[in-house]
């Protein structure tokens, strides 16, 4: 076979003799094997650029740069982007003191005074647990069509880690007036599995970590949380705000304008008829 083959080609290209027909054959054999390494190679390439770029050579390849205005989670374990979502990773712990942790952590401190809505303090019998939630949100949100209702549970991400809930109490969409009571000097308090979380004004972000103009977080659907007041100073109510308890303009982490969510004094708090946007995943 190899032989015959040989032979075609020294009939083929009618080499002047037998050793000059050798070191060519030798010479195809080598360029034959280079191929064999570098087709596969190339053939990767091709597959990879496939998904990740768009028609133009010239366009970069998806950014997965973090923006600056995610590292605000100061609460975070990590934040990563792959270009479309943000992943964060948080262990849920508040980074203040509450009743809530157990006696003997550092961050202990009894309470005994008022609380949000004017209510005397009554610990609830839930201690904060640490557990972890992985919180994917949309790198660019979008308006969603069809907008969908905010469950019981997390609904979005607090600069120091802490998750927030929406204005219900559970089961069944409870008003949480009956639980505003529990709510701790900072406005938390954890839920029967330890889940601490804020559905009103988190006061250690309005008056330590931030302002009451200033970033809060995030909701699922990738948007911005601001505190209760814009900017300018002017406190915010209901009326300047849509049914999902937002508004667009500009802020200082977004110069350009975005819609962005704020917390109120007033009932719903934070959210209203559900996410503006399309909500990304928790997992855990
Ligand atoms: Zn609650
Ligand atoms: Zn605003």
Redesign the pocket.
Known sequence: MFYSLFKIRTKFFIFPSPHSSFILMNLLIKTLRLLAILLPLVFVMACSQDETTTPTPTTPTSDTTVPEVYKKIYGASSITSDGTYITIKTNGVPDHKSPYFASGNSLYIAYSGTTFGGYNFAKNPNSIVEQSAIYKIPLKPQAATIKSATPLGRIGVALNGVPF?NQY?GPNNQELTG?MASFDQFYG?P?QSGVY?Y?VEPLHLTQVKSTKSGLMGFLMDGFPVYGPQEENGTTVTNSSLDVYHGHTHATVDFPAGIYHYHFTTAAPYLNGNGYYGTPGTISQ
């Open positions: 809930f109490a639980e308090h839920q979380h559905h």
